[in-house]
């Protein structure tokens, strides 16, 4: 490679920068990338960087792959195991989180499914994927927005099958909280019927819950109050204990560190704008039919009210067959001391149906061809 200028085309950004780990499943590694990085090592065009800031707002956006490695070989490139893959799975966090909340759930889908690859970001401006304001304006904060830069982040590293393809590598998308919220308005333009599937674990779509879209936004003024008169610093230090535990309650102890971590070193802004959009909240989300979206809820989550989302994914026109209710609260696959009995069970819930979903869209597929 030496003398030689790495290619710009394709998904040669695979093999470019990148903080590689093993995991802890057996067999199992990952890798860190980021866009800023790419364009700097010639992995990436630097007009696709400088395109995908002015569409979504965000400087940065990082993301973390996961395989098996043992399965497609220890020496296989990392381009050729994504030419390889069967399809992918990505993974959406919520507010004041990154891809780390999700633990070991990513590289258990690569595990139980060896020819599926995970992908991880980090999005909305938290974590390594940060707005380029101080304070973005809220158009770019909702979680129609949020959607749409992980679609323009998928479209800049050409994970997706060529057009021509007789048969797509179907996308599985997962969302928790904001990022759950944010799959309900997954675009349907340029996607074949089976090339996706939509898994909602507890979203924060909150149009029929007035009382906490009222949190949500007051929130949202109240962190923004902070920037203005310069005591933000202040209530990071008052709220974050209390905000973290209003998210994560049931929550393992290393889910709860990351929302601490991230909220002390979230922008200002972001904190505040991300916030006040979901209070907000965004048009209704609508579609042809729901078909490919599962949602998953749980009984006792003091974020999400059971009673008026089910009322909502009524009124959109979901089925009992595209919901599902489980005992524990707001972080319902994350295995904290008081939640193992429950959450436990969970995990190998939320794991089912993502397989599920996956194996559907290729049944569906063949079906087609």
């Known amino acids: 490679m030496r003398g030689r200028r790495p290619s710009r085309r394709g998904r040669a950004w695979a093999e470019g920068p990148k903080t590689q780990r093993k995991e802890k499943l057996k067999g199992i590694v990952s890798a860190r990338f ?10 990436l065009g630097k007009k696709g960087l400088n395109a995908f800031r002015q569409e979504t707002g965000l400087r940065n956006f990082s993301w973390r792959v996961f395989h098996h490695a043992r399965f497609f070989g220890k020496s296989t490139p990392r381009r050729e195991v994504l030419k390889r893959a069967q399809g992918f799975v990505v993974f959406l966090h ?12 990513p590289a258990l889908v690569c595990h139980s499914s060896p020819r599926l690859v995970s992908l991880v970001p980090d999005i909305n401006g938290f ?5 380029g304001a101080e304070i973005p304006d809220p158009s770019q904060c909702d979680p129609p927005a949020c959607m749409r830069a992980v679609e323009r982040w998928l479209d800049t590293v050409k994970l997706r099958s060529a057009p021509r393809a007789k048969r797509k590598k179907p996308f599985t998308f997962v969302g928790h909280s904001m990022g759950g919220a944010a799959l309900f308005y997954k675009d349907e333009r340029g996607w074949e019927e089976h090339e996706y599937a939509l898994c909602a674990i507890a979203p924060a779509l909150l149009h029929n819950d007035l009382l906490r879209k009222g949190f949500y936004k007051a929130l949202g003024v109240g962190i923004v109050a902070g920037v203005q008169y310069a005591v933000l610093d202040q209530l990071k230090e ?5 905000i973290v535990e209003r998210l994560s309650p049931g929550a393992s102890a290393a889910v709860k560190r990351e929302h601490q971590r991230v909220f002390e070193r979230a922008s200002k802004g972001t904190l505040a704008q991300t916030f006040w959009a979901m209070g907000q909240t965004a048009r209704r989300p609508r579609r042809r039919n729901w078909d490919n979206l599962k949602v998953i809820l749980a009984h006792s989550d003091t974020l999400v009210g059971l009673s008026p989302m089910l009322n909502l994914l009524q009124e959109l026109g979901l089925t009992a067959e595209n919901i599902r209710v489980v005992l524990g609260d707001h972080y319902l696959f994350s295995v904290g001391q008081q939640t193992r009995k429950t959450h436990g ?19 569906l597929q063949r079906i087609s061809v």
Do not use: C, Y
């Not at 919520?94 to 759930?105: Q, R, Y």
């Not at 939320?350 to 194996?359: D, N, S, T």
């Open 127 to 131: 974590g390594a994927s940060p707005f």
């Open 94 to 105: 919520g507010w004041d989180g990154s891809g780390a909340v999700w633990e070991d759930l």
């Open 34 to 43: 980021d866009l800023q990085n790419l364009v700097g090592t010639g992995f």
């Open 238 to 242: 008052m709220l974050a204990p209390t």
């Open 345 to 363: 069970v969970n995990k190998g819930i939320v794991l089912q149906e993502i397989l599920a979903l996956h194996e559907r869209q290729r049944s």
